[in-house]
């Protein structure tokens, strides 16, 4: 029940201890063909605290891959911070990167091509630990070998290749890549998008073991809000490249302020008979990174948008503790679904241990 | 559900009294040689009606069999697969033993498809326009000028914005969601008896496969359509049955309410407690352990039965699919049931 608590206490989402990560203001931009330039990333400000889960979302174009490859460095940000245990490495050389890239770890989303298909899997997970100098061939192999542990996989994996493992165990041993060097921070950017539900839940349930247990700092980029939902502290939603709202998961779902959250909410299909009910239907595309609207971002596509939307971009403001939102309009989209009734309720122990598969 | 859907069936079951069934799979096997062993079975015995107005939804893991059995229906299984035993009717005409200048005439005339994506769907270095109206110049009598004015109106159906202009155009000059349109008018435009949607909104980000949704649930309300989708959200919202497919066969068979609010499969209960929904949280999702069988594993009896909480000694024969509380289900102890 301890588990429950802790999910339940109104602190989630809510904690004020420094950041380990923190992106600040940070800005991406792209050459374009005839000399524009793509905004792919404009003004975010991100951060993650130990042991806590950051979910970053946002349609495909809303930058948010970005933002982790950023972070990564693997694109220069043309403005902003990025601070690393209170250091900033936004422009920091490779020498100097080399023992923070091993504290600050990625996962990505396709197991297929993430991993060198040559390889076995034992050179997988040996090679971080031999660019950080870990130690001896004996002391790799033994920490090869704890890590399959650690992440499921049976032990004789390390002789295998890439190729004789399903998504979800691929999925696995780049969970253990990214473990390898005891990381203090993981970027997963869409890591279960590429499995099958029930194959995710394992993963997912995999990360957050480990992460609490090891007290990581876990920023997961995806596109799924109700997998999002379930997993983290808080949110922060983007659209075209700027963030438009945040705030503790239950409150960003519950209670959405800005009507894009309001939309994406409303269009998540449920497996329920007549889900559908209020569904939100916005009309357009995104628009364009390279062209971007005046004013709001969102106007073209906003039920409620007005006159000043068009014209005046509406600031990223304060509305509460840790909840931001950037809309002149906020919250006069009513949430789609009645979540925030479901909040106060304690699960029932059915609930809480998945129903019985014969009752 | 919705009441359009629920009028079209009606209409349709007064207007057809013995015509009620469109399509008719029965005990479908399609088999894919494996060198030495006996052959890996992609479909394993699977049997479905599909009704006048009705949209059945195959949904399953990849792997499952369910973009296998649409393939079956169209007589395009990739070889070295093949059918091997079953039947298919489509309006009681056998389809599944016909030679190939039959069934062209049936593809895109009698049964339309929309694949998943778009962008292999389509033709790249053709109009849009040239596409719909060689659909149509092939399968109706008509002429030149009429089949552009088809080829209009059935892109204006779909919502396309100035239809007239994207005639001209290309697939490239479309986003995702307008590419998917496309892709249904293709489908559409013959009239066909059944239409087949294979994840037609798997590649689409959230608020563009809810327009696409839409479009099925408002402008495809009388079609008789067969949609796959590994999403058990998409399914709920447009389907009026599924059928849950694991290792190639059918696992349970219903309506869109009973198959989601009671499940009597275990891994129908499973999929939908894996699903991460926004009105329970839990402290951890709940997985099916293990992995599904591959096409390197010989399945005897139950195929769910070694991920399976339940299985016991009499899952290792096969479960038939068989009706339990008004839907079909291929298990020894669906849930709910007395035995032990």
Redesign the interface.
């Known amino acids: 029940m301890s588990?429950?608590a802790?999910?339940t206490t109104p602190e989630r989402g809510l904690r004020t201890d420094p950041f380990l990560l923190e992106a600040q203001d940070l800005k991406v931009t792209f050459r374009a063909p005839g000399g524009r330039k793509l905004h792919a990333v404009d003004t975010i400000s991100v951060g993650v605290r130990p042991g806590e889960t950051v979910g970053l979302v946002g349609?495909?174009g809303s930058g948010k891959s970005t933002v982790a490859r950023t972070i990564m460095r693997a694109y220069e940000p043309e403005g902003g911070h990025i601070f690393f245990e209170g250091k900033d490495i936004a422009h920091l050389n490779e020498r100097h990167l080399l023992p923070i890239r091993g504290k600050l770890q990625m996962v990505f989303q396709d197991p297929y091509s993430s991993l060198d298909p040559r390889w076995t899997i034992r050179r997988v997970l040996a090679e971080p630990l031999v660019a950080h100098n870990y130690g001896t061939r004996q002391k790799i192999n033994e920490r090869v070998d704890y890590l399959l542990k650690v992440v499921g996989l049976p032990a004789d994996s390390a002789q295998r290749l890439p190729s004789q493992f399903?998504g979800?165990?691929r999925q696995r041993i780049a969970v253990a890549r990214a473990l390898a060097l005891e990381p203090k921070m993981i970027i997963a950017d869409e890591p279960v998008s590429s499995l099958?539900?029930?194959?995710?839940?394992?993963i997912?349930?995999l990360l957050?073991d480990l992460q609490e247990r090891l007290k990581i700092g876990l920023l997961i980029i995806a596109?799924?809000?109700?997998?999002v939902?379930?997993?983290s502290d808080r949110i922060v939603v983007m659209y075209l490249g700027e963030e438009v709202e945040e705030g503790p998961a239950?409150e960003v779902?519950g209670r959405p302020q800005h009507p894009y959250t309001v939309?994406?909410?409303?269009?998540?299909?449920?497996?329920?008979?007549?889900?559908?009910n209020k569904?939100i239907?916005?009309?357009g595309?995104?628009p364009s990174p390279i062209y971007r609207p005046s004013g709001c971002r969102f106007h073209p596509?906003c039920p409620i948008a007005r006159d000043r939307c068009k014209t005046e971009k509406p600031p990223l403001k304060e509305i509460g503790q840790a909840r931001k939102v950037a809309c002149w309009y906020a919250g006069e989209m009513p949430a789609p679904?009645d979540?925030w009734a479901?909040q106060g309720k304690a699960?029932t122990a059915e609930?809480?241990a998945?129903?019985d598969?014969?009752? | 559900?919705s009441s359009v859907k629920e009028s079209a069936r009606a209409a349709a079951s007064v207007a057809g009294k013995s015509g009620d069934t469109i399509l008719s799979v029965n005990d479908i096997v399609v088999e894919f040689p494996r060198g030495g062993k006996s052959g890996f079975r992609a479909i394993n015995g699977v049997s479905f009606d599909l009704r006048q107005g009705e949209t059945l939804g195959l949904v399953g893991?990849?792997g499952s069999g369910k973009s296998m059995t649409a393939l079956s229906l169209l007589s395009i299984v990739p070889l070295p697969g093949r059918i091997i035993q079953g039947s298919i009717s489509l309006r009681g005409e056998r389809i599944d033993n016909l030679p190939v200048n039959e069934l062209r005439k049936i593809r895109g005339k009698r049964i339309g498809m929309v694949f998943q994506d778009p962008m292999t769907g389509l033709n790249p270095v053709r109009s849009i326009g040239g596409q719909l109206t060689e659909s149509v110049l092939r399968h109706q009598n008509v002429t030149k000028a009429e089949a552009e004015e088809i080829a209009f109106k059935a892109l204006d159906d779909v919502g396309i914005p100035s239809a007239r202009d994207r005639l001209k155009g290309y697939p490239h000059e479309l986003?995702?969601?307008?590419r998917q349109r496309v892709m249904i008018a293709l489908a559409l435009i013959n009239h066909p008896d059944v239409i087949i949607a294979d994840e037609a909104t798997t590649s689409l980000?959230?608020?563009?496969?809810?327009?696409i949704?839409?479009v099925f649930?408002v402008r495809l309300s009388k079609a008789t359509l067969i949609m796959i989708t590994?999403?058990?959200?998409?399914?709920?919202?447009i389907c009026d049955r599924i059928a849950v497919m694991y290792a190639g066969r059918i696992v349970e068979l219903g309506t869109?309410?009973e198959v989601?609010?009671n499940p009597k499969h275990?891994y129908t209960?499973?999929?939908?407690?894996?699903?991460?929904?926004?009105?329970?949280?839990?402290?951890?999702?709940?997985?099916?352990?293990g992995?599904?069988p591959?096409a390197e594993d010989i399945v005897r009896g139950c195929p769910f039965a070694p991920r399976?909480?339940?299985a016991q000694s009499k899952c290792e024969e096969r479960p038939p699919l068989e009706i339990v509380d008004g839907r079909q289900v291929a298990c020894w102890?669906?849930?709910?049931?007395n035995a032990a």
């Open positions: 588990a429950q802790q999910t349609e495909s399903s979800g165990q099958d539900v029930s194959i995710q839940a394992q997912i349930n957050r596109h799924d809000l109700a997998l939902h379930q997993i239950d779902v939309a994406l909410l409303s269009a998540t299909p449920v497996p329920e008979p007549g889900g559908d569904r239907v916005l009309t595309d995104p596509r679904r979540l479901m699960l609930e809480l998945g129903p598969l014969r009752s | 559900m893991e990849s986003s995702g969601g307008l980000d959230a608020t563009i496969q809810a327009q949704l839409d649930r590994h999403d058990l959200g998409v399914a709920a919202e869109i309410s989601l609010t275990p209960v499973g999929l939908l407690s894996a699903v991460p929904r926004f009105d329970v949280r839990r402290p951890k999702l709940v997985p099916i352990p992995t599904p591959t399976c909480r339940h102890f669906p849930r709910g049931s």
